[in-house]
């Protein structure tokens, strides 16, 4: 995996530290200090990485989430798009790439003919395992340098972080993205 992103900066992991003596250090201001740009650096290096190790399982990573989501059971198709905060006609289309592929079945429930079960297949589980093992990998490699406990931290304060405006899908992410 290419350790540099396009332009051959390497991502800083640390801010610098000010070199004023005294308790009335500035707060550093460059770009290293800013957490939404590193935030945005690590993101765009950890997305092409991911889309890179995940072409060895033939999907994308908005793929990806929906079979994760759905290796768990059976869900309505609102309810899948609820949870992946995407508009159902991106979910169509998703869900129509998936289908074509053998990797998820929609089928109405019997119970209310206007409501779509969707479910993974066993291709599309299979799928889900060399996905697993892909975003394993990169994690391994991205996330090395953290310990166990430090990973869980960094898992806590993400899920803090809002990605949207509204607070509707904060924590849960916006796979309608390409990533």
């Known amino acids: 995996m290419a350790r ?8 800083a992991t640390r801010a610098p530290v000010s070199s004023t003596a005294g308790g009335d250090a500035p707060e ?3 770009p290293e200090s800013r ?13 092409a990485w991911i889309r890179e190790a995940l072409t ?3 999907v994308t990573p908005r793929h ?3 079979l994760m989501h ?9 309810d899948l798009g609820a949870r992946l905060c995407v508009d159902p006609s991106v979910l169509v289309t998703l869900l129509n790439s ?7 079945r929609r089928r109405r429930d019997p119970a209310d003919r206007r409501r779509h079960i969707v479910e993974i297949t066993k291709a599309g589980a299979a799928a889900v395992t060399k996905i697993d093992a892909a975003i394993s990998r990169v994690e391994d490699e ?13 898992r806590a304060l993400l899920a803090r972080v809002r990605t949207t405006h509204d607070g509707d899908c904060d924590g849960g992410g916006d796979p309608a993205t390409d990533f």
């Open 4 to 11: 540099e992103q396009s332009g051959g900066i390497t991502p």
């Open 35 to 47: 957490l939404s740009l590193l935030l945005a650096r690590h993101g765009g290096v950890t997305e």
């Open 56 to 58: 060895t399982s033939g």
């Open 70 to 78: 759905l290796n768990d059971g059976q869900l309505g198709q609102r």
């Open 64 to 66: 990806a989430v929906v």
């Open 28 to 30: 550093p201001t460059g």
């Open 98 to 104: 998936l289908e074509d592929r053998d990797l998820v």
């Open 142 to 154: 991205l996330l090395g340098d953290l310990t166990p406990q430090e990973r869980d931290t960094l």
